[in-house]
């Protein structure tokens, strides 16, 4: 299932699964996530799923590419292997104090900012991968007509909750850090907490979500439930 | 109370918490952290008889200030350091590679790293700090580890849990080596660049600029043109990774990178020449050259066992 296994460095293995970016494909990638993960092998240190890649990262001390590549050619994946995944709502809030972007999107999208809302809100998308920054969602898919690039500036600070659109995916901005995405709208709720140390990843690949709007007087009181 | 403690009268300007790092979390958006110089993290550890992955203070150009008080300890600093020794009525001139005993009242002084960027300072004991994910390393970009994740500052006190028997002042004559080239392999995106921009990349030179913390090093120097896509689909990194983003400049992933990128890779920093690449001061010249695998590995084997012979003789 993996078309082509080759080295990145001396201490990482790179599987590619395909050029696409689809639910098929990054399900297999989660399947090999799931079970090299479970398999325990002596020496993998980091395992990193994306939309089509999986990238395994090793102690040079304890295995090598050979062996790493080796287990994989040889992997017993188990098909029962179910993706555990949750169905998760998300409040948003889009005032304008959030919308950093919605002018821009209007311009590039060519759409009112009620119809991008429209198209955004009450729609589930499938969490593909996280990181970038720790617990930072990768979601799809937007549709055709909501897809615009990243900024041409990246902005130097992106406020926490901050969620964003680029090409045909949203994210969420889980702490305050650069970044270019398309600010839509922000969301009180913690994407990522360290302090829980078992799961500090609200959202994970698998994962469905959908956004639901909020007002600024609800986002307001949100934490005080 | 603790009755030993530091109090840190200057923090220096980027002075953190590290030990090995954490591992398996990528997958999250976690980083290994970690010390950046590995080699000297271990060799300072040893010189004051700790475990080897006790935590250490790293810091980088100018290291903190500390002022000691409690029952006698040792400490050393490794890297290439300028540092001083205050007691009661004495400054002394303090020397990298060797423990000294401290005791209350004392002062170490860290001036500043030479023509490197990061330094270590052991203690002989155990910092009494908060351990995420089996790792008390500060991740300031995630706030995670230690100090709430973030640098030390002025007026901190930071106590310790216990302190080492084994006061046995140790030595050793190890010396930094410069490197001239940093070795790569070839990154899986080798083939967007342009025969000119391969080119450019192993045969010209870079200047390491002042955009370079412990998430990456950014260089400067000649472009390197992509002729394929100057973006990719985001897909995981690893540290020691060179991106190159449409402006042309090259980007390496340092040890809290980003777990994400979308920018093509055309090479990644051999193992072997990590510890180096990351002592690279803002100004330094870097050209780099191309390795195999097979010798990758067998470098990285050599350099390993070097650190081995090196902490036996501790």
Same mark, same amino acid.
């Given at each position: 299932?993996?078309?082509?296994?080759?080295?990145?460095?001396?201490?990482?293995?790179?599987?590619?699964?395909?050029? +696409?970016?689809?639910?098929?494909?990054?399900?297999?990638?989660?399947?090999?996530?799931?079970?090299?993960?479970?398999?325990?092998?002596?020496?993998?240190?980091?395992?990193?799923?994306?939309?089509?890649?999986?990238?395994?990262?090793?102690?040079?001390?304890?295995?090598?590419?050979?062996?790493?590549?080796?287990?994989?050619?040889?992997?017993?994946? +188990?098909?029962?292997?179910?993706?555990?995944?949750?169905?998760?709502?998300?409040?948003?809030?889009?005032?304008?104090?959030?919308?950093?972007?919605?002018?821009?999107?209007?311009?590039?999208?060519?759409?009112?900012?009620?119809?991008?809302?429209?198209?955004?809100?009450?729609?589930?998308?499938?969490?593909?991968?996280?990181?970038?920054?720790?617990?930072?969602?990768?979601?799809?898919?937007?549709?055709?007509?909501?897809?615009?690039?990243?900024?041409?500036?990246?902005?130097?600070?992106?406020?926490?909750?901050?969620?964003?659109?680029? +090409?045909?995916?949203?994210?969420?901005?889980?702490? +305050?850090?650069?970044?270019?995405?398309?600010?839509?709208?922000?969301?009180?709720?913690?994407?990522?907490?360290?302090?829980?140390?078992?799961?500090?990843?609200?959202?994970?690949?698998?994962?469905?979500?959908?956004?639901?709007?909020?007002?600024?007087?609800?986002?307001?009181?949100?934490?005080?439930? | 109370?603790?009755?030993?403690?530091?109090?840190?009268?200057?923090?220096?300007?980027?002075?953190?918490?590290?030990?090995?790092?954490?591992?398996?979390?990528?997958?999250?958006?976690?980083?290994?952290?970690?010390?950046?110089?590995?080699?000297?993290?271990?060799?300072?550890?040893?010189?004051?008889?700790?475990?080897?992955?006790?935590?250490?203070?790293?810091?980088?150009?100018?290291?903190?200030?500390?002022?000691?008080?409690?029952?006698?300890?040792?400490?050393?600093?490794?890297?290439?350091?300028?540092?001083?020794?205050?007691?009661?009525?004495?400054?002394?001139?303090?020397?990298?590679?060797?423990?000294?005993?401290?005791?209350?009242?004392?002062?170490?002084?860290?001036?500043?790293?030479?023509?490197?960027?990061?330094?270590?300072?052991?203690?002989?004991?155990?910092?009494?700090?908060?351990?995420?994910?089996?790792?008390?390393?500060?991740?300031?970009?995630?706030?995670?580890?230690?100090?709430?994740?973030?640098?030390?500052?002025?007026?901190?006190?930071?106590?310790?849990?216990?302190?080492?028997?084994?006061?046995?002042?140790?030595?050793?004559?190890?010396?930094?080596?410069?490197?001239?080239?940093?070795?790569?392999?070839?990154?899986?995106?080798?083939?967007?660049?342009?025969?000119?921009?391969?080119?450019?990349?192993?045969?010209?030179?870079?200047?390491?600029?002042?955009?370079?913390?412990?998430?990456?090093?950014?260089?400067?120097?000649?472009?390197?043109?992509?002729?394929?896509?100057?973006?990719?689909?985001?897909?995981?990194?690893?540290?020691?990774?060179?991106?190159?983003?449409?402006?042309?400049?090259?980007?390496?992933?340092?040890?809290?990178?980003?777990?994400?990128?979308?920018?093509?890779?055309?090479?990644?920093?051999?193992?072997?020449?990590?510890?180096?690449?990351?002592?690279?001061?803002?100004?330094?010249?870097?050209?780099?050259?191309?390795?195999?695998?097979?010798?990758?590995?067998?470098?990285?084997?050599?350099?390993?066992?070097?650190?081995?012979?090196?902490?036996?003789?501790?």
């Amino acid at each position: 299932m993996i078309k082509n296994i080759s080295n990145l460095g001396d201490a990482a293995v790179y599987c590619d699964f395909g050029s +696409e970016v689809n639910k098929t494909i990054n399900s297999k990638v989660i399947k090999y996530f799931k079970t090299i993960k479970k398999n325990n092998i002596e020496g993998i240190n980091n395992l990193t799923p994306s939309y089509n890649k999986l990238i395994i990262s090793f102690d040079l001390n304890k295995t090598s590419f050979k062996q790493v590549k080796n287990y994989l050619e040889n992997i017993d994946l +188990e098909d029962s292997q179910k993706i555990n995944s949750k169905k998760l709502e998300i409040p948003v809030c889009c005032d304008e104090k959030f919308s950093m972007d919605i002018k821009r999107l209007e311009e590039i999208l060519k759409l009112t900012r009620e119809k991008i809302l429209e198209k955004f809100l009450n729609k589930e998308y499938f969490c593909y991968m996280t990181g970038f920054i720790a617990g930072m969602p990768f979601l799809g898919d937007l549709d055709e007509n909501m897809r615009a690039q990243r900024l041409e500036t990246p902005r130097v600070k992106v406020p926490k909750g901050s969620v964003a659109l680029t +090409e045909q995916f949203a994210n969420i901005y889980t702490f +305050e850090s650069p970044g270019g995405w398309n600010i839509l709208g922000n969301t009180p709720l913690d994407i990522f907490d360290s302090s829980k140390e078992d799961k500090p990843n609200l959202i994970n690949p698998g994962d469905t979500v959908i956004f639901k709007e909020i007002t600024l007087d609800q986002y307001k009181n949100y934490n005080e439930y | 109370m603790s009755i030993n403690y530091l109090d840190i009268i200057r923090p220096g300007i980027n002075t953190t918490f590290q030990d090995k790092g954490r591992d398996h979390l990528y997958h999250i958006g976690i980083p290994f952290s970690g010390a950046m110089d590995n080699r000297n993290y271990l060799i300072a550890n040893k010189l004051v008889s700790n475990h080897l992955d006790s935590a250490v203070i790293e810091f980088a150009y100018q290291g903190p200030q500390i002022k000691y008080s409690g029952e006698k300890i040792n400490f050393a600093i490794t890297g290439d350091v300028i540092f001083s020794i205050k007691k009661k009525d004495t400054e002394i001139e303090g020397k990298c590679y060797e423990s000294y005993q401290i005791e209350n009242g004392d002062e170490i002084n860290i001036i500043s790293t030479n023509k490197s960027v990061y330094g270590y300072l052991a203690l002989g004991g155990e910092f009494d700090l908060k351990f995420q994910w089996n790792s008390c390393s500060i991740n300031t970009k995630a706030s995670i580890g230690s100090n709430d994740g973030k640098k030390l500052d002025v007026g901190q006190r930071i106590n310790l849990k216990k302190i080492n028997s084994n006061k046995d002042i140790k030595k050793t004559n190890y010396i930094n080596t410069k490197i001239e080239n940093i070795r790569v392999i070839k990154g899986t995106n080798f083939d967007y660049f342009s025969e000119e921009g391969k080119k450019i990349f192993y045969e010209k030179e870079f200047t390491v600029s002042k955009l370079t913390d412990r998430m990456g090093m950014r260089l400067e120097g000649p472009k390197i043109d992509n002729i394929v896509n100057t973006n990719i689909k985001s897909e995981g990194l690893i540290k020691g990774v060179i991106q190159v983003p449409a402006d042309g400049n090259p980007i390496i992933m340092l040890s809290d990178h980003g777990t994400i990128g979308g920018y093509p890779k055309i090479g990644v920093v051999a193992s072997v020449d990590y510890d180096r690449l990351v002592q690279m001061s803002p100004g330094s010249k870097v050209k780099f050259k191309e390795i195999n695998l097979s010798d990758a590995e067998t470098l990285f084997k050599l350099y390993e066992m070097e650190t081995q012979n090196l902490l036996s003789q501790i």
